[in-house]
């Protein structure tokens, strides 16, 4: 099994930026990829960017300019950067998972096996 737990978020201002964490446990020797994904009141769950099993990066439509993802191999966590933030913005943010080594850029929530519990991201005009 693969346990996920997310961290930051909160309230920001239009224009500030914000950092999301996601710490991976369980079977972190085996490969996987991962990915965010955000869901607004009333909206599908989107992705906002994600790793291929392979680690190489990918976003969502339009994301690329602002948001930026990484992560800490030795800590088994990934990280996504909020910059530039919008009202737009505001949605729960999810961190996902899904084992394997594919080099495939996964876009869809079905794709993935594992979730964080989310965390709320405000941006305020």
């Known amino acids: 099994q693969v346990q996920l737990v997310q961290s930051g978020g909160g309230l920001a201002q239009a224009g500030g930026s914000l950092r999301l964490s996601c710490a991976v446990s369980?079977?972190?020797?085996?490969?996987?990829?991962m990915a965010w994904f955000r869901q607004g009141p009333g909206t599908e769950r989107d992705l906002v960017a994600g790793f291929t099993g392979f680690g190489e990066k990918y976003w969502g439509d339009s994301m690329a300019d602002r948001f930026a993802i990484s992560q800490d191999n030795a800590k088994n966590t990934v990280f996504l950067q909020m910059n530039n933030l919008k009202p737009e913005d505001t949605a729960v943010y999810y961190c996902?998972?899904?084992?394997?080594?594919?080099?495939?850029?996964?876009?869809?929530?079905?794709?993935?096996?594992?979730w964080g519990q989310g965390t709320q991201v405000t941006v305020s005009s």
């Open positions: 369980g079977r972190t020797t085996d490969d996987y990829g």
């Open positions: 996902a998972v899904r084992l394997g080594r594919y080099g495939l850029a996964l876009v869809k929530p079905e794709h993935f096996d594992y």
